[in-house]
């Protein structure tokens, strides 16, 4: 079974680009996540989806960042345009539908993003 | 709301001593519990997972951890740390429509 797999694994991109990251999660898995990890700082929520919906975006810093996951397979963050405290590692996770307990996520590689 | 405290962010152990890395949870109910691992330049693995079943829960790579409700704790131990071991390790509880990290605690074993 493959695992999840993110796309790039690094990106370095001028202040006021865009770069869009890609994740594929585990086939079958209804739930996909992402997590940002800056500076070594906290691992934090970004937004969780049940198949193609949008369960909670909370994380979400700003308006310049959007996720979609069209069809419930693959999710797309687009960070448009970027700015330096956008660098850090972008984590995507999925896991099976819940039924009772929670389900442990699978992480992918992760993307470093570097804005200079 | 749900959240995890741990309680060392970096940790030194020689090669072939034990290894304890604590984690505090706060929960308002009988929580699920985790321990994922990043080695350097790698994405999180799963270490083991405590999901209301035996409270000693053994995982990957001679890893094991024991859910104490009365302390609210779930430390992870391994009784001889291998050089491989050096790594990040985050505890980690589900809630709601996330799982919620501990900060981190770096390993570093010693030759």
């Known amino acids: 079974e493959a695992g999840v797999t993110q796309f790039p694994s690094h990106s370095v991109i001028e202040k006021g680009q865009t770069v869009t990251l890609r994740c594929d999660p585990i086939?079958?898995?209804?739930?996909l996540y992402w997590y940002r990890r800056v500076m070594g700082k906290e691992i934090k929520f970004l937004l969780h989806?049940?198949?193609?919906?949008?369960?909670?975006e909370s994380g979400m810093p700003n308006n310049r960042f959007l996720a979609e996951r069209t069809g419930g397979t693959y999710s797309t963050l687009k960070v448009q345009p970027a700015e330096l405290e956008d660098s850090g590692v972008y984590f995507c996770?999925?896991?099976?539908?819940?039924?009772?307990?929670?389900?442990?996520?699978?992480f992918g590689q992760g993307t470093r993003l570097t804005v200079v | 709301a749900q959240s995890v405290t741990q309680l060392d962010s970096h940790v030194s152990v020689s090669e072939g001593t034990p290894v304890l890395l604590r984690c505090n949870y706060s929960?308002?109910?009988?929580?699920?519990l985790f321990w994922y691992v990043q080695h350097p330049n790698k994405g999180l693995q799963l270490l083991l997972k405590?999901?209301?079943?035996?409270?000693l829960v053994k995982g990957i790579n001679g890893f094991e951890a024991e859910f104490k409700k009365s302390e609210t704790s779930f430390h992870l131990t391994k009784p001889s740390a291998h050089m491989s071991d050096a790594a990040e390790y985050f505890c980690?509880?589900?809630?709601?429509?996330?799982?919620?990290f501990g900060t981190g605690t770096s390993l570093t074993v010693i030759p």
């Open positions: 086939s079958g898995h209804d739930n």
């Open positions: 996770a999925s896991s099976r539908k819940r039924q009772g307990a929670y389900t442990e996520a699978f």
């Open positions: 989806f049940v198949k193609e919906s949008k369960q909670d």
């Open positions: 929960s308002s109910y009988s929580p699920s």
């Open positions: 405590y999901t209301s079943a035996a409270t």
């Open positions: 980690v509880v589900p809630g709601g429509n996330q799982f919620y």
